[in-house]
T-cell receptor, first 114, second 110 residues
Framework: DAGVIQSPRHEVTEMGQEVTLRCKPI?????LFWYRQTMMRGLELLIY????????DSGMPEDRFSAKMPNASFSTLKIQPSEPRDSAVYFC????????????FGDGTRLSIL | GQQVMQIPQYQHVQEGEDFTTYCNSS?????IQWYKQRPGGHPVFLIQ?????EVKKQKRLTFQFGEAKKNSSLHITATQTTDVGTYFC??????????FGAGTQVVVTP
């Protein structure tokens, strides 16, 4: 079975550029989560969707960050303009809807903003 | 929001030894999940605990949920080099949102 698929795996870009991270959840999963992981702040939830609808985006750090889920099999996280402090590993995870479902994480995108 | 605290932050273990990592909350937890993240990898779900006093085992790993549902522990016996990684506990809410602890980073010395 295919797991959560994220692309790209690595991204290096210059400050000010637009960055788009992509995620394909596990088929049949109706909850999708975007996380950011850094040494300083650990694993932070940025936003999550249920049935393609954003439920809680309180973790999105700034207006420079936006996320969409146009259909059940695709989501994007966009940073525009990017800044060096956005450098981190970004994970996408999916699960079946509900409070006790395990989350399945993708391999992550390692983002470096120069 | 509510936060789960994990201790210790780092754990150096000699291969073959046992160790325990703890997850604590100031309020009652509805349930707790444990994840493991290998170096350079992604978090992988290990187990979920729901009931007060629940104990679950996975080979050399023993997970426990406190009677008051305010703490949880992960005990690993006879540590192996494959146990290297960071172990996270996380509380879930009714939406499925996870609140992760800071994790315990485990280093195993052969």
């Amino acid at each position: 079975d295919a797991g959560v698929i994220q692309s790209p795996r690595h991204e290096v870009t210059e400050m000010g550029q637009e960055v788009t991270l992509r995620c394909k959840p596990i088929s049949g999963h109706n909850s999708l989560f975007w996380y950011r992981q850094t040494m300083m702040r650990g694993l932070e939830l940025l936003i999550y969707f249920n049935n393609n609808v954003p439920i809680d985006d309180s973790g999105m750090p700034e207006d420079r960050f936006s996320a969409k889920m146009p259909n059940a099999s695709f989501s994007t996280l966009k940073i525009q303009p990017s800044e060096p402090r956005d450098s981190a590993v970004y994970f996408c995870a999916s699960s079946l809807y509900g409070g006790s479902q395990p989350q399945h994480f993708g391999d992550g995108t390692r983002l470096s903003i120069l | 929001g509510q936060q789960v605290m994990q201790i210790p932050q780092y754990q150096h273990v000699q291969e073959g030894e046992d160790f325990t990592t703890y997850c604590n909350s100031s309020t009652t937890l509805s349930n707790i999940q444990w994840y493991k993240q290998r170096p350079g990898g992604h978090p992988v779900f290990l187990i979920q605990l729901v009931k007060s006093g629940e104990v679950k085992k996975q080979k050399r790993l023993t997970f426990q949920f406190g009677e008051a549902k305010k703490n949880s522990s992960l005990h690993i016996t006879a540590t192996q080099t494959t146990d290297v990684g960071t172990y996270f506990c996380a509380e879930t809410d009714s939406w499925g949102k996870l609140q992760f602890g800071a994790g315990t980073q485990v280093v195993v010395t052969p």
